[in-house]
């Protein structure tokens, strides 16, 4: 379909070892680990002095996950875990990327470079521009480039053709600044990175409980009689996870894990903090392990609800919490009605499952009252997402297992604040009240259309309908689908602008002028007028608490967000009713306009500044429903897969390895899946290989179908792995570019980077 570019990391193979799947997680590896990271990337005593910094009470936040600290007890060692240490080594490297740098290497020659390669590159020290026909960013100043910024965008015809991007790690300050510059300017168009991530659940979780955030605290790990842990994998992504899952253990709790993938951290843990226990078996983790098919899982839990339907029928009272449907919630005769006009025998083969796997789960989920369900990218990346969460959410229902000690929805999310972002605001659809509110408390017109949301920003630069792309943070083109059509996008811009703090592939596929604005890091010390400063952050259970680095910052030439936000708002606004230096010279002044405009932040300064932070308002937490277009908690009837593969057909879902953030590649080892020294891997079931007449680490290219649209990329090796028939899976983002654009999650607009469809064929060596 398109021709392959630089815009997709080079096709180089970099000499792959299999190697034994380890037996448990965690434990003395994953500090080897972690501390060899540390050394190479800062030297020992710096990152060593970080790492007892990280998730203190008064340190910095690992910008790593989003997972919260503990509320009380904070471990001896330090809080944090062996990516959370490789998300810092990456941040606070020795590596500098200075001006000279850029003048030696063209944007050519750092496109042939993997991922891997430029990230390691190190921290760019100076703001960078890059002008019309040339190769060679040069170097400019900060008034050079909020110029640059403000003549492109007041240039444009209407403010909706720029789109200002954002990906999770802006605190709130700079967040909250930056929405407000957006919508001064005159435009709602503020994509996040949520829109790829969580953005099914926050739809599902809006329209049935009220509320788009999860309803759990860390301490209900304590309390659960059972904890479901579904399209997701903590051993990886969520490490400090796995302790709050051992607790539930240790109190008698059992887990369920359903995933195509046996996850080595799901199976078994050795806590890192106990160094007594390393030396142990390690703790067993999963009681029932539901091997489902990519995809399966509405199939799985409708047949749940069917079986839960079922006993509750021949021993009424057993299984459903009566009191609570007919008080809380709303519609559950239409789903008995619509679970009747399913059998199970449609549903099981798109399970992979045995019925009787499926019952013992559902004796878990009826003899058990306090029940937590966990996920996030296995369920949140399909067309049917938001029906996949809205289904988890029929079962916590029917069980009365929500807004109370020990059970609730725990979507576990990415980016350490994504979900801060969007409460101050980055978001297409704001609601009218946020808007309201802006407009009281800064006195100007906010626009009222809905803006892009990252789908439609792509389509729309595309079209050439949008000519200026701004990203806060992240890695635009490595992280959104369909890399190629992606990059004609982007390369149809007038100027792209990426603040960044380390160099990755967005700098390279650019518009036909592109700025890099380094800023500063979570781990550093930020100077303003006033003195230094503090910012602060939510994490995945609601919990607003501030940040604050204590490293020199690596280049002198660095700003904040905060104060690159308020240098381009200042230069592009020519009336603006905000006085953006003195926010600036001191964050809480930005607090207090958070507290002005935002519910939940009452005393935002003094509540920031007690140890441990605050809680935001959780109507579903708190038992209570009426924020939902009925008043209640809504039951909801959801669609199973819809997909039909013909026989040479796979679904590949596109996964991250152990070694990675995202798009920034710590190393080359995915340790827990056995894959050493290589990234560009297809796994596979042993019968299909032979099926294909595939070997172990035979060479194939693979081609994704979508409509009559074929997509393809080469160079994949072959690896053999307890996956079930029919499903492959891949790594993000090598194999982005197989992501149709217009394969989405139905609502949520979400791509659907956990299904596509692909057929693979064998290359010569
Ligand atoms: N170290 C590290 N930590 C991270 C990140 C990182 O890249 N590295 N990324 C951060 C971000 S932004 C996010 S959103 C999270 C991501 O955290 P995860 O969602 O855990 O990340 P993925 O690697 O996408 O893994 C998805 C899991 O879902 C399973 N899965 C895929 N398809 C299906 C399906 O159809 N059904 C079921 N039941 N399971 C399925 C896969 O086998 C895999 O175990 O982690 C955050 N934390
Ligand atoms: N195929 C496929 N695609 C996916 C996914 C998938 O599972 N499969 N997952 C999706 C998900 S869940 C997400 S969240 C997105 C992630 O999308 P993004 O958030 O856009 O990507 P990241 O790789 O996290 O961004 C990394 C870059 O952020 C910059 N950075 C790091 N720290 C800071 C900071 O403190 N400030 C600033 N300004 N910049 C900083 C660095 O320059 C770094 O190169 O990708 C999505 N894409
Ligand atoms: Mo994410």
Known sequence: MFKKTDAQPPEKLTGIELSEIPE???????????????????????????????NQKDGFDCPGCAWPDPDEKRAFLAEYCENGAKAIAEEATKNLIT???????????????????????????????????????????????????ADELNSLNSPDEAIFYTSGRTSNEAAFLYQLFVRQFGTNNLPDCSNMCHESSGVALTETL??????????????????????????????????????????GGKIISINPLPEVGLKNFTDPQKPLQWFGKGQDITDLFLQVKINGDVALLKIILKLMKEREEKNPGSVFNHQFINEKTNGIEKLLDDLDTYTIAYLLPQTGLKLSEIEKAVDLIVNNKNIIICWAMGLTQHKNAVDNIRELVNILLLKGSIGKKGAGTCPVRGHSNVQGDRTMGIWEKPKHEFLDALENEFNFKAPRKHGYDVVNAIEAMYDKKAKVFFGMGGNFISATPDTEYTAKALRNCNLTVHVSTKLNRSHLVHGKKALILPCLGRSEQDFQVSGEQFVSVE???G???????????????LLSEVTIVAGVAKTTLKHSSVNWVELVSNYDLIRDKIEATIPGFENYNERVRQKGGFYLPNNARDNNFTPTTTGKANFSINKPSEIELEDNQYLMMTIRTHDQY????????DRYRGVLNERRVIFMNKEDMAKEGLEKLDLVNIYSHFKDEVRIVSGFLVVPYDIPKQCTATYFPEANALVPIKSKADISNTPTSKTVIVTVKKVKK
């Open 24 to 54: 448990t997680s965690v434990g003395p590896k994953a500090i080897k680990s972690a501390l060899s990271h540390i050394q190479k990337e800062t030297g020992m005593a710096r990152g060593i002095s970080l790492l007892k910094k990280m």
């Open 99 to 149: 001006p000279l740098f850029f003048s030696t290497y063209s944007v050519e020659k750092l496109g042939k470079l993997s991922d891997y390669e430029l990230g390691k590159k190190g921290r760019i020290t100076n703001p960078m521009y890059l002008p019309e026909g040339s190769q060679y960013y040069k170097e400019i100043t900060w008034q050079e480039a909020f110029k640059i910024v």
């Open 210 to 251: 009220g509320i788009g955030k999860g309803s759990v605290t860390l301490d209900d790990f304590n309390h659960a009689d059972l904890v479901m842990v579904i399209g997701q994998n903590p051993g990886t992504n969520h490490p400090r996870m796995l302790s709050a899952l051992s607790e539930t253990k240790k109190n």
């Open 539 to 541: 994490n995945s259970m």
């Open 543 to 557: 919990v607003v608490h501030s940040s604050k680095g204590h490293l020199k910052p690596c280049s002198e030439k």
């Open 662 to 669: 995202n798009t920034t590649i710590y190393g080359l080892n």
